[in-house]
């Protein structure tokens, strides 16, 4: 599977709509409102980790 893609169990579920005309309109109001993010992972789970690291000193240090 590619990455965003779903997976159902039963293909029989699946309901698809059929749109006759694009409204240019919404499609660019959405376009407009779209925001693409790309975290740095790394960084964030070093902080976590750090806050982590520094909780269970002060925890260590209290006993």
Same mark, same amino acid.
């Given at each position: 599977?590619d990455v965003g893609?779903i997976?159902l169990?039963?293909?029989?579920? &699946?309901?698809t709509v059929r &749109?006759?005309?694009r409204?240019?309109? &919404?499609v660019?109001?959405?376009?407009?409102?779209? &925001?693409?993010?790309t975290?740095?992972?790394?960084?964030e789970?070093e902080?976590?980790?750090?806050?982590?690291r520094a909780?269970?000193?002060?925890?260590?240090?209290?006993k």
């Amino acid at each position: 599977m590619d990455v965003g893609q779903i997976g159902l169990h039963n293909s029989k579920m &699946v309901r698809t709509v059929r &749109v006759e005309k694009r409204i240019n309109e &919404v499609v660019n109001r959405l376009n407009k409102t779209k &925001v693409e993010r790309t975290p740095d992972l790394k960084a964030e789970r070093e902080a976590v980790n750090a806050a982590e690291r520094a909780k269970r000193k002060l925890q260590l240090r209290d006993k």
